[in-house]
């Protein structure tokens, strides 16, 4: 079957499609045929050695993808040959806080991930998908939308009326405005398009930030929010904007720091002890579970930015290097 492999961090050099052997499903696991996948920023910063020192040796690229039960192996419950699925991206996560020994095991970097025609997967490690959404669309929800939810409704979950703060139109933050105002939040969200700001506010935005117009944006939020400042800031800018942040959030508010991508130096004089950083990495089994029921009973859909085909995985890598899409990159098996 064919597959592309990560060897190594040299860019766009590091995956090739290469030919493997067919996987079978053992005790406990299933066999999927793949039908979609999507990118998420990680995936370049695993390729461009920009994920803290980690270079792959031939495992599957990918975090996220869905596809069809094909084969289920012996003492197999969970599932049953027809069912639509998607691989959660962590491979040993299920349920309750995050261990030291999850992060190593999440999909497409040192563990294979979901990029092949075929793979096996433990049924413990895999989620049904909502039936109203096409592949394509469900796709995209073990990494970006998983992380927007697990921000959003974690340890001190979204309350409605409060207010939300997203930087971008990228697929954590797409999804994060739609999944906030069906919370009933406000939502601010930024860009540096007035035409991504559109589309914000079509998934759900109620006021918009251009921030080259503004470049000191966290002035624009305290205004916004007559100097109080918001509950909720889904930050993902990295080390340029995680000091506005900070300075856009009201006392008790919360900074969600998404994974690698925010960076920087931060004085501690500016949280402790009225606002709250917290770290954010995607989410378990049973929080992608969860998302999925609030996904469903809203009718959520993703918002895709482009589409290609397998043959041209490449390209897809390429189009999220050139960050000029809103929401997420999504991959076909067969385009129609």
């Known amino acids: ?3 592309y492999e990560l060897n190594g961090a040299n860019g766009l050099a590091s995956v090739s499609l290469t030919e493997r052997p067919e996987p079978t499903a053992l005790r406990g696991q299933i066999l999927i045929e793949m039908k979609a996948w999507s990118l998420n920023y990680r995936d370049l910063l695993i390729i461009n050695d920009n994920y803290n020192g980690l270079r ?3 495992a599957l690229a990918l975090s996220d993808g869905v596809g069809e039960v094909i084969s289920v192996g012996p003492d197999v419950t969970r599932f049953k040959v027809g069912d639509r699925v998607s691989p959660t991206f962590s491979s040993t996560w299920i349920a309750g806080p995050m261990t030291a020994a999850d992060p190593p095991k999440f999909r497409g970097a040192l563990v294979d991930g979901v990029l092949a025609e075929r793979i096996a997967c433990d049924e413990q490690h895999a989620v049904r998908v909502p039936d109203y959404l096409s592949d394509a669309q469900a796709a995209t929800l073990p990494c970006a939308a ?3 939810f697990n921000a959003l409704f974690g340890p001190r ?3 409605s009326g409060e207010t939300v703060l997203t930087l971008g139109t990228g697929g954590v933050s797409s999804f994060a405005i739609q999944l906030a105002a ?3 939040a406000r939502v601010i969200s930024t860009s540096s398009s ?3 700001l559109e589309e914000a506010r079509k998934l759900g935005a109620t006021d918009l930030i251009n921030y080259r117009k503004h470049p000191e944006w966290q002035q624009e939020v305290l205004r916004l929010t007559n100097g109080r400042g918001v509950d909720h800031v889904v930050e993902v800018g990295g080390g340029g904007t995680i000091e506005r942040s900070v300075a856009s959030v009201a006392i008790g508010g919360q900074v969600h720091m998404i994974g690698a991508l925010s960076t920087g130096t931060l004085s501690p004089r500016t949280l402790v002890p009225w606002k709250t950083l917290r770290g954010i990495m995607v989410g378990s089994r049973a929080d992608h579970e969860a998302m999925n029921r609030m996904m469903a009973y809203h009718q959520i859909r993703p918002v895709i930015g482009k589409v290609f085909a397998f ?3 490449l390209g897809a890598y390429g189009c999220l290097e050139e960050a000029a899409h809103t929401g997420k990159i999504v991959i076909e098996r067969s385009l129609t």
Request: charged letters at 35%.
């Open 157 to 159: 979950p979204l309350v």
């Open 56 to 58: 792959p040796k031939g």
């Open 182 to 184: 069906k919370a009933g």
């Open 311 to 313: 043959d041209d995985a």
């Open 194 to 196: 007035d035409t991504k």
């Open 1 to 3: 079957m064919r597959a």
């Open 146 to 148: 998983l992380t927007a």
